[in-house]
């Protein structure tokens, strides 16, 4: 029952996607037209992140058709990793194009231009609702994985990011202080510098192999330690295959040469204290009776 739930939730969640890709297009298009008749660096640079939103979901909706395939003998592992290398891809992508926007802002900051200020407006209004719409069709996928966060993320800063457009469109309007549309592109692109570092740092330490940070692999070794007939633990690895999976793999050095069949019941036993304890649900042990091995915790293969 878990397993058929699973898969229609990752279906909805695709159709959310695709319903998502479709709505940043219309924007996309809408706002670079707007952008070039109007002159507003904002409009252009709103519309820019949009067509970056459009390149996240479309790789967020295929790392996600990607995540559900099947494992097999040359795919071990199958593509439990997609929606990880999407969420670091669309992170990188964030902080390029707020670069980007940086550079042109400061540009036009020293040198404001003249912008069409009513349909700045009128196109922020609609980039609006298309990102708020898209925002809440994505706000509960968001905590399920790293993957439907970065293309949340991406949605909600744009639609922010229209928000400031919208704000400076209309002091445009009223007061021609023009050197505020260069000005709302840099804080907007700052936003995205803020919002793409984390999730790129939280991506990048998954890919890495790097031990989770709610793990410390010391507290491990001392809970396992505590468990009768075992002499010591050493060279272990914890790793996050991704957000449903962190793997530990370790030695144990026994101190009686056991049957496998006590094994079996040791093994359950770690098993479960690191599970209650640490959230790891992958366990593989090398059970070890005098052998001439590294005893040390970490030990470099």
């Known amino acids: 029952m878990g397993h058929n739930h699973h898969h229609h939730s990752a279906d909805a969640t695709g159709k959310k ?41 479309v790789v967020s909706y295929f790392a996600n058709r990607l995540a559900k395939k099947k494992s097999t003998t040359n795919k071990t592992f199958g593509y439990k990793r997609a929606e990880i290398i999407a969420a670091f891809v669309n992170a990188s992508s964030l902080l390029v194009i707020a670069l980007l926007l ?102 990048t330490r998954v890919l890495m192999l790097f031990t989770p940070k709610s793990v410390v692999v010391e507290d491990i070794v001392k809970h396992i330690s505590k468990i009768e007939g075992i002499k010591n633990v050493h060279h272990v690895h914890i790793w996050q295959l991704n957000e449903d999976e962190v793997h530990l793999e370790a030695h144990i050095d026994f101190i009686n040469d056991i049957r496998l069949s006590t094994f079996d019941a040791i093994l359950i036993e770690i098993e479960e204290l690191v599970y209650h304890n640490f959230g790891i649900n992958h366990v593989n042990i090398q059970p070890e009776f005098g052998k001439c091995d590294p005893k040390t915790v970490i030990v470099e293969d």
């Open 17 to 57: 996607l695709l319903i998502s890709i479709i709505l940043n297009v219309v924007i996309t298009v809408t706002q670079i037209i707007g952008g070039l008749i109007s002159g507003s660096l904002a409009l252009l640079s709103d519309a820019l992140h949009n067509f970056s939103d459009v390149l996240s979901l």
């Open 102 to 203: 940086i550079k042109e802002g400061i540009a036009r900051f020293l040198n404001p231009e003249p912008v069409g200020s009513n349909l700045v407006i009128i196109l922020s209004i609609v980039a609006i609702l298309g990102n708020g719409i898209s925002v809440l069709l994505l706000q509960k996928e968001a905590g399920r994985n790293m993957n439907m966060k970065s293309a949340y993320l991406h949605l909600l800063t744009d639609m922010l990011a229209s928000v400031a457009v919208l704000i400076g469109g209309l002091v445009m309007k009223y007061f021609s202080w023009y050197w505020i549309d260069p000005l709302l592109t840099i804080i907007i692109a700052l936003y995205l510098v803020y919002m793409g570092y984390d999730l790129l740092k939280e991506s």
